[in-house]
């Protein structure tokens, strides 16, 4: 694995930083390739012949794209581990539509000096804004508890680091650095705007609970040179790491209401929706269905949205969108 500097070290030492020239998002059929990116997967697959050949993919801050070796594949994959930082050479082809590299090479990049910017996407927004922005929101709750429960996680520095960085998925929505932030105010502001607009909504409840319904996300991710589960995500998912976050603060808080707790426990547990979806119950109170109908709104708009700028600039029709099985229809401009 190459040594990963940060920026500050990099100005301050003087050495020489790779810099990256060639991004997925601009890879074209027929394009010659000889570049870094992230190893993100690799599979060992038998051909009609009965030979091997290798599967992989790899990513950079601009997307990720598909890439096989015909020959000499056993070869190229003990040479690599997924997660490190590989240089390439090939060609870029085109398979079903879509563009592929060709490899004739891959091999570790050890050694070099890499910008962790050039491999991982991030927001757009700033982080800090959007930090202060959600914080804010604290101060409007009339509930003294859930606003104390709260500053117990925004006086956490650990917990605060991680939050601001984490992404909020690995594909779906919001998949880059930042994203978790950027996730969890859009809904903590839709929550916001929504609880006003039926009778019977406990606001404080509904907002406390869209802050904090992915905080276990922090742990769910590693998030160093590209996105994938951590094996606690794997293991445990979110929903249950957060449970156990949100239990451990409310123990320093020993006149917190159980109805209370449980309430916001429940929130968390059922946000998916339903038990198929990673959910081990549905929701059963308003501001739970709410959270829920929230939550997959921000998701799909931002995971759409995503797809939708990564497609051809000149057509109205995006190409087809495998999980939500469809095609999206663009405006064009007037």
């Known amino acids: 694995m190459p040594r990963i500097q940060d920026s500050s070290e990099i100005l301050n030492c003087g050495m020489d930083v790779f810099m ?8 074209r059929p027929g394009d010659p390739v000889d570049e870094m990116f992230v190893l993100s997967e690799k599979t060992l697959s038998h051909k009609r012949d009965g030979g091997l050949y290798l599967n992989a993919c790899l990513a950079d801050r ?3 794209i598909r890439a096989v070796a015909w020959d000499n594949a056993d070869v190229i994959a003990k040479a690599v581990r997924t997660g490190s930082v590989v240089r390439v ?3 870029t082809s085109e398979y079903k539509g ?4 060709i490899i004739a090479a891959m091999e570790d990049a050890g050694g070099e000096d890499i910008d962790p910017a050039d491999f991982l ?3 757009r927004r700033d982080r800090d804004q959007m ?15 859930l606003r104390a429960l709260l500053d117990r996680f925004w006086s956490d520095e650990s917990f605060v680091e991680k939050f601001k960085t984490a992404p909020a998925a690995k594909l779906m929505h919001h998949a880059y650095i930042g994203g978790l932030l950027e996730h969890t105010l859009s809904l903590t502001l839709l929550a916001d705007n929504v609880s006003g607009h039926y009778s019977g909504i406990d606001r404080d409840l509904l907002v406390c609970g869209a802050i904090l319904h992915d905080i276990g996300k922090i742990y769910e991710f590693d998030y ?10 794997r293991l445990i998912s979110h929903i249950v790491i957060g449970v156990g976050m949100i239990d451990k603060k409310i123990e320093e808080l020993p006149d917190f209401p159980k109805e209370t707790a449980l309430l916001l426990r429940h929130m968390i547990i059922s946000h998916h929706g339903a038990r198929e979806f990673g959910s081990p119950e549905p929701p059963k109170t308003l501001e739970a269905v709410l959270l829920n109908y929230l939550d997959e709104i921000d998701s799909k708009i931002n995971g ?12 109205a029709w995006t190409g087809y969108h495998r999980p939500l099985e469809r095609f999206f229809y663009r405006k064009k401009a007037e």
Not at 98 to 101: A, K, L, S, Y
Not at 224 to 233: L, V
Not at 304 to 315: A, K, L
């Open 20 to 27: 990256k020239k060639i991004f997925v998002d601009g890879l």
């Open 62 to 64: 601009t997307g990720r």
């Open 89 to 91: 050479t090939g060609q």
């Open 98 to 101: 879509t563009p592929q590299i």
């Open 121 to 123: 996407p991030s927001t």
């Open 131 to 145: 930090f202060r922005r959600l914080t804010a929101m604290t101060d409007t709750l009339s509930s003294g508890h």
């Open 224 to 233: 160093n040179t590209h996105i994938d589960y951590s094996d606690e995500g």
């Open 304 to 315: 759409i949205r995503t797809f939708m700028d990564n497609q051809d600039p000149e057509s």
